[in-house]
């Protein structure tokens, strides 16, 4: 059983530009989630996606947006990045229903620098 | 809304001491609590899960505690080893779950250093 897994570790950026990161789940769920960790503070929730459709979303902006594909894999995107989008971004997978899931299994992130 | 602290931010202790870091909530309709540990720039490891209709969960050396009508759980660590030195971060699955607005929502995490 493979876990969750993210690309690309690291990235660095530049105001205004676009960005894809990439989850792919734990064997065997079906839900997804991303979050966005700055530095020293827990991790917010930005949207999550079930069977390939947005389950829930955050606080956030429309530019950031998501795909979760048939074998439940996930990109999370950002146009238009801002400073402020510097951060570390997490995936996690889960087995759920839609609306009640079990634990949540992070991935180990990806770390954007968006200068 | 749901909001979620932890006391205290950092805490220093000497190896073999025992612990208790704390969690608070603002709102008592949960499906589920849980704590992580979070190592420097790495990604979050599930330590212990508490649904809600439970008291207690422990694992080891960590035992994890929920009081849902006061909105606080406490994370015990027994016989601290410098391996625990990391930050944890206690998350709470807010009910109702068609309340789309809200996926696990995130204390700021405890910075535990345990000296040798």
């Known amino acids: 059983e493979t876990g969750v897994t993210q690309s690309p570790t690291h990235l660095i950026k530049t105001r205004g530009q676009q960005v894809t990161l990439r989850c792919s789940s734990q064997s065997g769920h079906n839900t997804v989630s991303w979050y966005q960790q700055a530095l020293g503070q827990g991790p917010q929730f930005i949207f999550q996606y079930y069977r390939e459709e947005e389950n829930g979303r955050g606080n956030f902006p429309p530019r950031f947006s998501g795909l979760q594909f048939p074998n439940y894999s996930s990109e999370l995107n950002v146009n238009a990045l801002e400073l402020d989008d510097s951060a570390l971004y997490l995936c996690a997978s889960s087995l759920g229903s839609g609306v009640y899931q079990e634990t949540q299994y992070f991935g180990p992130g990806t770390r954007l620098l968006v200068l | 809304k749901q909001e979620v602290t932890q006391i205290p931010a950092a805490l220093s202790v000497p190896e073999g001491e025992n612990l208790v870091l704390n969690c608070s909530f603002t709102d008592s309709a949960i499906y589920n609590l849980q704590w992580f540990r979070q190592d420097p720039g790495k990604g979050l490891t599930s330590l212990l899960l508490?649904?809600?209709?439970?008291r207690e969960q422990t694992s080891g050396r960590l035992n994890a505690s929920l009081d849902k009508s006061s909105g606080r759980s406490t994370l015990y660590i027994a016989a601290s080893q410098p391996g625990d030195s990391a930050t944890y971060l206690c998350a709470v699955d807010p009910l109702p779950r068609d309340n789309y607005g809200q996926n696990f929502v995130f204390g700021p995490g405890t910075r535990l250093s345990v000296l040798p």
């Open positions: 508490i649904q809600s209709s439970q």
